[in-house]
């Protein structure tokens, strides 16, 4: 790596939008080995209510009071301060909209712990709306409407990844700030279920949202270890579509994957997600899941800026999709 581009990406504002691995044991260790400047962390589980929930969040806080490299994020400020300060900003997210059951009430309330992201479904059913692995394609629930309107009023980013077609197709009909993909990859470039359809990358662009660069490899290629080129073959698809400035991160460096997680614990995660019906086997073949070999693992995605640049990418396009787009996105959401 020239100086150059090793002082691109230090000198860049770099967020992960979708970060799990980073709540499990000490793992967010690697995102600080790895010169991020924030991580959307997910509380665990994803399945959970409120007893589960309030411990989840309670384990960030028992983290970032106890390691003074990490400071939590609850304003756009506190990212800039987090990269001056040299620090790990935590934003605390939810990926899927258990945790509020049918409580409208829950939302403040998770807002005033600090949530700032929820991803309205996890690839199945609930009160929200229908997931993107139910074949009825329900789409957006009354109480759905109700939850987006909520969380625009309360400044909580309406996150579409693992939602349904239908269902994120009417809720971006129904919010009033931009929308997010945080993770998701297009479905033109690798046919995954979990990929996205060209109408809704064009139309959450319309709306001023952005989509995370997802690096879980079964979403990536058909390659059971795939090359960080083909993941920027995503980044150029959406280019070509919608243009840079609605490209970010959102790795998805997970509980499960290859590298820092052993493989015992790996299959034994991915048995759960499949008994629970939380994964299908058509979409998540069995561990192991090796990330794109140049950045594997959170400590190596500073190699992610060359790899850009030898694709043909400026500085500045570079910039945007390490952090900027995304934060252009929470200046309009946050309050």
């Known amino acids: 790596m020239s100086i150059s581009e090793n002082q691109l990406y230090q000198d860049s504002i770099v967020i992960d939008t979708c970060a799990p691995l980073a709540s499990v044991k000490d793992h967010y260790k690697n995102f600080i080995n790895g010169k991020l400047t924030a991580i959307g962390a997910t509380i665990f589980p994803v399945t959970g209510y409120l007893p589960e929930t309030i411990k989840g969040i309670a384990q960030w806080y028992d983290r970032i009071n106890n390691d003074d490299r990490l400071m939590q994020v609850l ?17 605390l997210c939810f990926q899927g909209t258990n945790h509020i059951q049918s409580d409208l009430n829950l939302l403040e309330v998770y807002y005033r712990l600090g949530i700032r992201q929820i991803l309205l479904c996890y690839n199945r059913r609930n009160a929200v709306g229908d997931g993107c692995e139910e074949p009825q394609n329900g789409g957006l629930s009354i109480f759905g409407e109700k939850v987006i309107k909520e969380m625009n009023r309360l400044g909580i980013v309406v996150d579409l990844a693992h939602t349904g077609y239908r269902t994120a197709m009417e809720a971006m009909e129904v919010s009033k700030a931009p929308c997010i993909f945080s993770h998701g990859n297009p479905y033109n470039v690798y046919p995954s279920p979990r990929n996205l359809k060209d109408e809704q990358i064009l139309k959450v662009a319309k709306m001023g949202g952005v989509i995370g660069l997802n690096g879980f490899p079964t979403f990536v290629s058909s390659s059971s270890v795939p090359r960080v080129n083909q993941l920027i073959d995503h980044v150029d698809y959406f280019v070509k579509l919608v243009g840079i400035d609605h490209i970010c991160l959102g790795l998805d460096y997970c509980e499960s994957m290859a590298g820092v997680i052993p493989d015992d614990v790996a299959m034994a995660e991915y048995n759960y997600r499949i008994e629970t ?59």
């Not at 756009?76 to 620090?87: L, S």
């Not at 190596?300 to 999709?321: E, F, Q, T, W």
Request: proline share 12%; no cysteine; hydrophobic share 40%.
């Open 75 to 91: 304003t756009v400020e506190d990212i800039f301060a987090a990269k001056t300060k040299n620090k790990l900003g935590i934003i």
């Open 277 to 335: 019906g939380q994964w299908s086997p058509a979409t998540y073949p069995p561990p192991p899941y090796n990330y794109p070999k140049e950045i594997a693992i959170p400590d190596m995605l500073p190699n992610l800026a060359p790899a850009l640049k030898a694709r043909g990418y400026v500085d500045s396009d570079i910039r945007k999709i390490l952090g900027e787009n995304y934060i252009r996105v929470l200046k309009e959401v946050w309050r």
